[in-house]
């Protein structure tokens, strides 16, 4: 059989040293899944998961533990772990730099939902969402809503309000969004540097039809309208 697959080993030194200079990313609530921190049971861990992933055709870097990727944005780990059930694997998770910190806004522009037109990478396609960011150091989360509004739509935003948080792919990352309902005054040009190519307005009812024929896949809108609808803020 042959092996598939990066070849590339987790960095273990510098895992080593978030261990020391940042240990706030290894504490865990009693009764979940513990990281495993002590040498032997670390390679024990990873002994096992190689042999697994061996009869699955892939490299035994695939079982190393350690820091994968670091950069301005995201740090993402593997981490060796101990199952409630007392059995031992490992688990990829992705930090993000900012504190996992960002807002999503459901704009409404003269009674219409104000949607963009992005292309994501990592889908290789467009999607309609809302426009969402990260908090920025030293910014408050309404800072953030008027500036992705003006950013992302060119829009201005007259009055905003807090309609809940949710976390985003909790199998892997530790993303939240913290979700608001803006009024816009005014819509200008999309922000083709972040690959937002269009702006699409669309009545309430249009939008909640959209969501039931799977036209609407962006989940942070899905999340927001409801949100709004359920305290009737939108009809």
Known sequence: MGVKGSRRQADYRRYRELVETRPGLFDRS????????????????????????????LPA??????VLVEDAYILVLRDA??????????HNRVIYANGARGVGVLPLLDGRIVLLRVFRHAIGRFLLEIPRGSVEAG??????????????TGGHVTTASHLGRSFCDTSLSNAGLDYFLAQLSCVGEPQLSEGIFDIVMVTPERFAE????GEMEDTHAVNAFCMARLRGLVP
């Open 210 to 213: 959209m969501v039931m024929t």
């Open 81 to 90: 772990v101990r199952f409630p059930d007392g059995s031992l694997g490992t």
């Open 30 to 57: 009693e009764g979940g899944i513990a990281i495993l921190l002590d040498e032997g049971d670390i390679a024990a861990a990873s002994k096992l998961v190689a042999r697994r992933n061996r009869a699955k055709g």
């Open 61 to 66: 870097s695939s079982a190393s533990i350690g």
């Open 139 to 152: 910014d408050e989360l309404e800072e953030t809503v008027l500036r992705e509004i003006a950013e992302e």
